[in-house]
């Protein structure tokens, strides 16, 4: 984790992905808003509270229950499965010969509250038929035949239109359809697909035509092989795209919860199926470890554990859900809402600040990564007990992580985001204070103390309250005074290397330059402005 905290990512960049993630995260609010109105409780009670190691940023999540069409959660489902595919793929060395076919039912599905599990079955009869054609086709028939072909991925999506839409597709690419006619032009149809990854063991070349007949008799669906893996997103989709549920009426999202509510929408299988069991055996999950300026790779990532609750229960961006028991096999790095032991015992919510655990370092207030410490039913006045000292120390290392990364003060980088995401200036100007403010080093000491408060908004300043209002939930921690530094040290981590010397020298030549370019920015803009 050392090696990653405090390292940059370009400031214009993480501001869009910033601006991404906040627009997906009203698109996913919006939905599950409209299923608590309808009565589906979808809402885990408590939700999640991260405290940034470096910045002292304190927000809340929701944790939500797996509903998988929730934006949100279908992209936290979808980031382990690709992450672990583009593994796997890398260092399988047969992995040139793998594949990727589509299969979709025959017929899509009407929405109807007076019929319902339609949908569901059909999920269900596509997904066993897929399961049913993998043995088939990896099996020698009653004639010593076999195809060798071993499948390794099923994934379930569908879209979702109305039938005049979909009529009018069809004329497009020069197709008869009569959707309307059968369902009526308004009535609302889910079509479902199967992307399926499988891997030819040996060459079939001649029995290429026999096997693609085969398999679309066997099926009893539309098929059609996609020829060899070019983008594991490709293959590994959102089980619906969040343009199709936004659109849906509140029943129709009732409706749709009901259908695809414990279904395995996500199936590894063969030998990647063994190979995530073995991860999982030895603790480890895959992760993108990030090894300077953006750049990264993937690895595995061992997993800690701490109060019974995975220590790994956030990703790189903090993200957080949980699965039900049904769905264990399918969310890597799931988070239970509390210990089992406490369950049993009746209780009917966790204690206060219950200490989760560290996140792996992330970009999410700033584009600097700072890990993450996550706590359950935070409560700022209630106190910590023994976890902590834990978090103390957390802190203290994670400022020294970023020390040693070169990276600024934390309110240097807030205000770098701010500049970032108030769009108000250009790529090159956010990218000149983001680079100036690089070279800006603090000595590594700790960053917490026991007389360490928290401020209300209406003490502090307007540019910082600016600063804290784009991060919404988040509060300011206000710093006690350090203790003095020895007569005889200096403010800035000394070095003996004149190579080191002769770098810091330019360094603040670069800075004091840039600093007189930004003041010459300001007055501009201030002359500008009267």
């Known amino acids: ?33 409209a299923l608590q109105r309808a009565g589906e409780d979808v809402i885990r009670p408590g939700g999640l509270t991260l405290i940034s190691a470096v910045t002292n940023i304190v927000e809340t999540q929701r944790v939500f229950r797996a509903v998988r069409f929730l ?26 010969y793998f594949r990727y076919a589509v299969m979709t039912c025959a017929e899509p599905v009407p929405y109807t509250s007076a019929n319902p599990g339609k949908l569901r079955e059909a999920i269900k009869e ?16 009653k004639n010593g035949q076999c195809y060798d072909i071993e499948v390794l991925y099923r994934g379930i999506e569908f879209t979702r239109s109305t039938a005049g839409e979909r009529d009018a597709a069809a004329v497009k690419r020069g197709q008869a359809s009569d959707l309307s006619a059968r369902y009526g032009a308004d009535t609302v149809l889910y079509h479902v697909h199967a992307n399926v990854l499988y891997w030819p063991k040996r060459n079939i070349e001649k029995l290429w035509p026999k096997f693609l007949q085969y398999t679309e008799k ?11 893996v070019e983008k594991v997103e490709e293959i590994v989709k959102y089980v619906s795209k969040p343009a199709d549920t936004l659109a849906a009426t509140d029943d129709e999202l009732v409706w749709l919860y009901r ?10 299988m063969g030998e990647f199926l063994l190979w995530l069991r073995e991860l999982k055996k030895q603790r480890k999950k895959i992760a993108r470890v990030h090894v300077g300026r953006g750049d990264g790779k993937l690895m595995r990532v061992k997993k800690g554990k701490r109060g019974g609750a995975e220590e790994d229960a956030a990703d790189e961006d903090g993200n957080v859900i949980e699965g039900s028991e049904a769905d264990k096999g399918d969310d890597i790095g799931a988070v239970r809402e509390a210990p089992k032991k406490r369950e049993r015992m009746g209780a009917a919510v966790p204690p206060p600040n219950l200490v989760i655990g560290l996140s792996l370092p992330q970009w999410r207030h700033t584009p600097w990564a700072e890990p993450m410490i996550m706590i359950q039913n935070y409560d700022p006045a209630a106190t910590f007990g023994e976890s902590g000292g834990d978090i103390e120390a957390w802190q203290r290392h994670a400022r020294e992580w970023w020390d040693d990364a070169f990276a600024p003060p934390p309110e240097e980088a807030l205000r ?36 360490d408060e928290e401020v209300a908004p209406e003490e502090l300043d307007e540019e910082t309250a600016d600063i804290v209002s784009l991060f919404e939930g988040a509060t300011v921690v206000r710093l006690a005074p350090r203790p003095p530094a020895d007569a005889d040290e200096d403010d800035e981590i000394p070095f003996e290397s004149p190579l080191i010397e002769a770098r810091w020298a330019k360094m603040r030549a670069d800075l004091a330059a840039s600093e007189a370019r930004w003041a010459e920015w300001r007055a501009s803009a201030d002359r500008i402005a009267a």
């Open 259 to 268: 259908e695809t509510q414990r279904l395995k929408i996500c199936q590894p």
């Open 1 to 33: 984790m050392a090696a990653n905290t405090g390292w940059m990512l370009d400031a214009d960049a993480w501001a869009r992905r910033t601006t991404a993630t906040a627009r997906l995260m009203q698109q996913n609010d919006r939905l599950a808003d």
């Open 416 to 451: 770098v985001a701010r500049i970032a995401l108030d769009a108000t200036m250009s790529s090159d100007d956010i990218r000149e204070a983001a680079e100036a403010a690089c070279y800006i080093v603090h000595t590594c000491r700790p960053t917490v103390c026991a007389d």
């Open 71 to 96: 934006p949100v959660v279908a992209a936290r489902d979808r980031r382990p499965t690709v992450n672990g595919l583009k593994l796997f793929i890398h260092e399988h060395p047969h992995s040139r």
């Open 126 to 141: 596509l997904s066993r038929r897929v399961s049913k054609w993998a043995h088939e086709v990896s099996t020698p028939d």
């Open 218 to 228: 066997f099926m009893g669906a539309h098929w059609r092989d996609n020829g060899r």
